[in-house]
């Protein structure tokens, strides 16, 4: 079996993960989990950055024992991991034995090769970075990064890493590794870097106990980059157990953020060359995330806690967290938090389309099907070929670590059975006899693409695929891409009808200042920083009439334009419909009425088939009262003609206009 192993940067521990670490790691555990499922013997591994001086001070500060410390931050990143589902083999924090073994091993070997010496270093620190700056790193005598503090002088003993004899061999091995460093923004950023020339770096420091002592002069600590780019070979045996590093060494992919692919593709590289182990195969820089636009920034109170943001859709929040991470942010380039973007996508991608597809497609099949379906005939054309295509190009970009356009493969194969559903009407087939096997099959099919796109996305959202695939009747204990991953035209399958997946989130009203409280940290623990806002209801309006029904037979007295401008009618797209339960009259329609989404009930059951309401745009009045009919409040009332005698009709449009037009 062919081994995979892939990393993420270790993380400093002086302060907690935020939506940013977060987001890193999100991707590198969907690359995990696809790698899985591709079949490959898989190893992740993650860990903390424990041997910073900022962590030692941060320590005494609190009157802990650094490790005392990292002992308490290693259970905070811990319970956010697992609150993403992030599935991690390995954890490395840079205080185990295995460790030192491993910093330890290195630095002898580069020692031992001629490549450490000894030398003084004089010139200005940041404590801050933990980095040594050079004159023109500096902007009036300040760190860039932190004005506030005064940098210090320092002249100590130090030991260099003879950086600069490796700039050769470094240009060599990008020449005829292009794949070396991705994407490639990054790698023509580094090249530049490395033609400009290399100096030599200190990778130590004198006098301090917190850190793994140099073997060749304990009176010195490993420099903390220097120490922390080791646990990647260190946590696979480098010096201890030779055949675990034998079997994982070199690693498949270092994922991290783009600030730090100098350390990885420069230095880390070179320090392998000089103790002759191979290099990684490949290093991968993401970009940031921001927050409305801008960085985050703790002084701001523009930190992101990630489970705030996974429990705003309850116990399985951290999916809609996950999809959003990796379909609304292009791998490589930096990204965007808003809070009403992520209800936004919560709402199209999960509720309203994928969702929704499930629950209709379950719901057609229980009701025509009693729940099981076994093909009837050759599967539709129209969807094996689009899948076929769907699974290609999804293959494609996850290989190419494409993680944005294999979401949006596995997404078209949804959109195509949207549309696949919306052409063969099943609703009609369900009324013609002989249209049985036809009917059978197009509910096959479309459960068929349901379990395929849940397939694709089990590396994106792995809890609510397997409970998808549950629910089409094709539950999986271990998930094979070869076997699972192509169209099946064959097996009876029980479709599981239950509540929604994704049930709505209500359109919260947010305001852009609400999102942005600068200067004023959020409330310690606060869930978000948008305030949860009811949706506006409408002004109170004179309408008469209960919403849902048909108005009442035409009066004879005459109304003034002003009376007839009172009633606010929009046009307003279907987004869901379902029966209420219990009537035989009623349906419960989602709407989109272009500035917010609405829940109303209409008493058109008897006309028309929920499914076949569903993209329509209807004509409701807005600014009806809101009235509850059989225990639903509905929001407002779809305009349908009465015909003596016969069943409403809908209003509709030739051409439909947006939703929210105004209808005068
Ligand atoms: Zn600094």
Redesign the pocket.
């Known amino acids: 079996m062919t081994r995979y192993f892939l990393t993420t940067a270790i993380d400093y521990v002086n302060s907690r993960p935020h939506l940013g670490t977060a987001y890193e790691k999100v991707c590198a555990d969907v690359i995990a989990r696809y790698k899985r499922l591709r079949g490959f013997e898989t190893r992740f591994l993650m860990g903390n950055d424990e041997h910073s001086q900022n962590v030692y001070k941060a320590a005494l500060e609190q009157r802990l024992d650094p490790l005392a410390y990292c002992d308490r931050m290693e259970e905070e990143f811990r319970k956010t991991w697992a609150r993403l589902d992030i599935s991690f083999d390995d954890f490395i924090r840079t205080t185990e034995p295995r460790h030192r073994i491993g910093v330890t091993h290195l630095a002898q070997r580069i020692y031992d090769a001629g490549d450490i010496y000894e030398g003084v270093y004089e010139g200005w620190y940041?404590?801050?970075?933990?980095?040594f700056?050079q004159e023109k790193d500096l902007v009036d005598g300040?760190?860039?990064?932190?004005p506030t503090?005064t940098?210090e002088w320092i002249t100590e003993k130090n030991y260099f890493f003879r950086l600069s004899k490796y700039q050769q061999p470094l240009l060599d091995h990008f020449a005829a590794h292009p794949e070396f460093l991705q994407p490639d923004i990054r790698r023509n950023e580094i090249l530049r870097l490395i033609e400009g020339g290399l100096t030599d770096i200190s990778v130590s420091r004198a006098g301090q106990s917190w850190g793994i002592p140099l073997p060749f002069d304990p009176g010195s600590v490993v420099y903390v980059w220097f120490d922390a780019l080791i646990n990647y070979a260190s946590a696979v045996g480098l010096g201890g157990d030779g055949p675990l590093f034998e079997r994982w060494w070199p690693a498949n992919l270092h994922v991290i953020g783009k600030d730090i692919t100098r350390f990885h593709t420069v230095i880390w590289p070179a320090m392998l060359m000089a103790a002759r182990i191979p290099l990684p195969k490949q290093v991968f820089g993401h970009g940031f995330m921001t927050l409305n636009g801008q960085r985050m920034s703790k002084t701001l109170g523009t930190i992101i806690d990630p489970i705030a943001l996974a429990d705003r859709f309850g116990p399985t929040g951290h999916d809609p967290l996950r999809l959003y991470l990796v379909k609304e942010v292009v791998f490589g380039s930096d990204g965007d938090f808003a809070w009403e973007r992520y209800d936004d996508r919560y709402n199209a991608d999960l509720a309203n389309n994928l969702g929704n597809l499930v629950s209709r497609v379950s719901a057609m099949a229980h009701r025509y099907r009693g729940g099981r379906l076994a093909p009837a005939a050759a599967g539709s054309d129209q969807l094996t070929r689009l899948a076929e295509q769907v699974v290609a190009d999804y293959q494609r970009a996850m290989d190419g670590l494409s993680l944005h356009e294999g979401a949006a493969a596995a997404y078209r194969l949804i959109d195509g059975t949207n549309e696949f559903i919306a052409a063969t009407a099943p609703w009609t087939l369900a009324k013609d006899a002989s249209a049985a096997d036809r009917l059978t099959q197009v509910l096959f099919d479309a459960a068929e693409a349901i379990r395929l796109a849940a397939v694709l996305l089990e590396p994106i959202m792995p809890a609510s695929c397997r409970e998808i695939l549950r629910r089409v009747g094709a539950p999986v204990e271990r998930l094979h891409f070869e076997r699972d991953g192509c169209w099946r035209n064959s097996g009876e399958r029980t479709l599981v009808q239950e509540g929604p997946l994704w049930p709505r989130k209500e359109h919260t009203t947010v305001t852009d200042n609400q999102t942005k409280p600068e200067g004023v940290p959020p409330a310690a623990g606060a869930p978000a920083l948008v305030p949860e806002t009811p949706v506006k209801a409408p002004d109170p309006a004179t309408v008469p009439g209960a919403p849902g029904v048909p108005p009442a037979a035409a009066v004879a007295e005459r109304i003034s334009i002003d009376d007839f401008m009172k009633v606010e009618l929009r046009t307003a797209k279907v987004l869901a419909a379902e029966r209420v339960p219990k009537s035989k009259r009623l349906l419960k329609l989602q709407v989109d009425a272009g500035t917010e989404h609405r829940t109303l009930v209409a008493g058109i059951a008897e006309a028309y088939e929920p499914e076949a309401l569903i993209g329509r745009t209807v004509v409701i009045v807005f600014n009806l009262k809101p009235a509850t009919l059989m225990g639903i409040e509905s929001n407002g009332m779809v305009l349908a003609a009465s015909p003596e005698g016969g069943k409403p009709i809908v209003v509709g449009f030739d051409d439909p206009p947006p939703p929210g037009s105004r209808v005068r």
Not at 126 to 131: G, I, P, Q, W
Not at 142 to 146: I, K, V
């Open positions: 940041c404590v801050s970075c933990e980095e700056k300040r760190c860039p990064l932190h503090l940098p």
